[in-house]
Nanobody, 124 residues
Framework: VQLQASGGGLVQAGDSLRLSCAASGRTFSTYAIGWFRQAPGKEREFVGAVSWGGGNRYYADSVKGRFTISRDNAKNMVYLQMNSLKPEDTAVYYC??????????????????WGQGTQVTVSS
């Protein structure tokens, strides 16, 4: 599976942004997809994830209620809708694919394939 994240940009606090993750490969629908982010000088952290069928979603507490993940397996796409953005959301955002049963834990090592990342900058 190859992944490519896009949709990042520079926005103001309170704005919304939607990131997209485009996947190649016929097995896309058998992978859970996670979103992670990494700010300068910090470790990569879990944002949220969606199960292979799209029926289950988990979010980090820091984004719960503001971010929503959805997926369209027919189009090999996963989306991260980000609302009420805050300056602390500034980071490079990555999408990743994994097949482990613990995909919902948001552990980096549970994900095998990663996209290249897209920069999100939120100004105050």
């Amino acid at each position: 599976v190859q992944l490519q994240a896009s949709g990042g940009g520079l926005v103001q606090a309170g704005d919304s942004l939607r990131l997209s993750c485009a996947a190649s490969g016929r097995t896309f629908s058998t992978y859970a997809i996670g979103w992670f982010r990494q700010a300068p000088g910090k470790e990569r952290e879990f944002v949220g994830a969606v199960s292979w069928g799209g029926g289950n979603r988990y979010y980090a507490d820091s984004v719960k209620g503001r971010f929503t993940i959805s997926r369209d397996n027919a189009k090999n796409m996963v989306y991260l809708q980000m609302n009420s953005l805050k300056p602390e959301d500034t980071a490079v955002y990555y999408c990743a694919a994994g097949r482990t049963s613990s995909w919902y834990r948001g552990v980096v090592s549970d994900y095998d394939y990663w996209g290249q990342g897209t920069q999100v900058t939120v100004s105050s």
